[in-house]
Structures are given as C-alpha cells and as structure tokens.
C-alpha cells in the first residue's frame, strides 16, 4: 500500500514536433463601410489647442458655455430699468448688447464676426455706462463696475491657462456685476 502512494518518478518524454504546412486561405474582401465622421466636442480633460487655421474651434467646451448665455438674460432687468427710469440711451444700448450676447453665447466660436460684433457693443455699453457712473459720482456704481470690468483680463488668465470652470464663472460675473452697477447708476441719476 505503501508504495502506491509514493509518486512516481518519470522523466519527461521528448517528442518531436509535429510539422503541418501551413494553410493558405484566399483573403475575403469586403466592401468598406462608410460611415459618417464622428465630431467630438472638447472636453474639459483635454486643454483647448487654438490654431491659426481652425475656424470652428468653440470658446467653451458644450455645456459651459450654456452658463454664460443663461447669464445673459439678466441683462433684461437693467433695460426695463433704464427705460423705466427715461434713460432711453442706455436701454437701447442695453438691447443691443443683449441681443449680440445672445447671438454670440448659443453657439461660440472663436474665431467669428459674431464674437468681434459682440465684444464691440459691449466695449460701447460698458464705457457708456462707466462714464455715467463717474459723471454722476455715483461711487458704489463706479465700484461694482470697476470690479465687473476687472473680471475680463482674470477669465482671459484663467482661460489661457486652462481653468476653464472658473473662466466661465468669472465671465458669467462680468455680466452680473456690469448689470448691477447699472441698475445703481439708474437708480440714482436724477438725484
């Protein structure tokens, strides 16, 4: 009994491999499928890459730059404002940044005459608006409007550096403050 237990030495037995001839098979040829190519949007992982040559790059990854044209609907308050307040000047000219904002925020691209349109009328606006507030000594407007204004070079930082999120949240406080100081130089500029 005991020797069944035990194991069995053996050495290996060699065996010469086996050669087969290779099987040659005609090649099976398909017809190509064609299908149409897949755009991908940017992500936030990837950093935006500008060049000079592409002219449908977008300013904001989809989904982000929806932020900035929600934001834009504020600027309705500071228009009724203005022309409640017979300041006719600066709600016209608060439609016509609404309205290229909007133009501008469904759909940014870069590099396109909507964007130059957009950042022309808001310069008009902006400068317009700033002048009041300084004539008028209307200092918290002058303040709100200075740091509103200042938001513009710290989201082109931020963006060039590739923070996008913030880029956007300080854009979108562009809009909020600029409106808001509006708001204020209407409010007391017949006083």
Not at 158 to 168: C, E, F, H
């Amino acid at each position: 009994m005991k020797k069944e237990i035990e194991p069995i030495l053996q050495e290996p037995i060699l065996q010469e491999p086996i050669l087969q001839e290779p099987i040659l098979q005609e090649p099976i040829l398909q017809e190509p499928i064609l299908q149409e190519p897949i755009l991908q949007e940017p992500t936030l992982q990837k950093p935006i890459q500008k060049t000079e040559h592409d002219d449908n790059l977008l300013a904001y990854p989809k989904g982000i730059y929806n932020w900035i044209f929600n934001v834009c609907f504020i600027h309705i308050i500071y228009i009724l404002f203005a022309f409640y307040n017979e300041l006719y000047l600066c709600g016209f000219l608060g439609i016509a940044l609404f309205t290229t904002s909007l133009n501008y925020w469904k759909y940014p691209i870069l590099n396109s005459y909507r964007r130059y349109i957009d950042i022309i009328v808001a310069i008009i606006a902006i400068s317009y608006h700033y002048y009041l507030s300084i004539i008028k000594n209307n200092l918290f407007a002058t303040l709100i409007m200075s740091l509103g204004i200042l938001m513009y070079p710290l989201n082109h930082y931020l963006y060039n550096n590739n923070y996008i999120k913030q880029s956007v949240v300080c854009h979108c406080l562009l809009h909020i403050l600029n409106s808001l100081g509006a708001c204020y130089i209407y409010k007391y500029y017949y006083i």
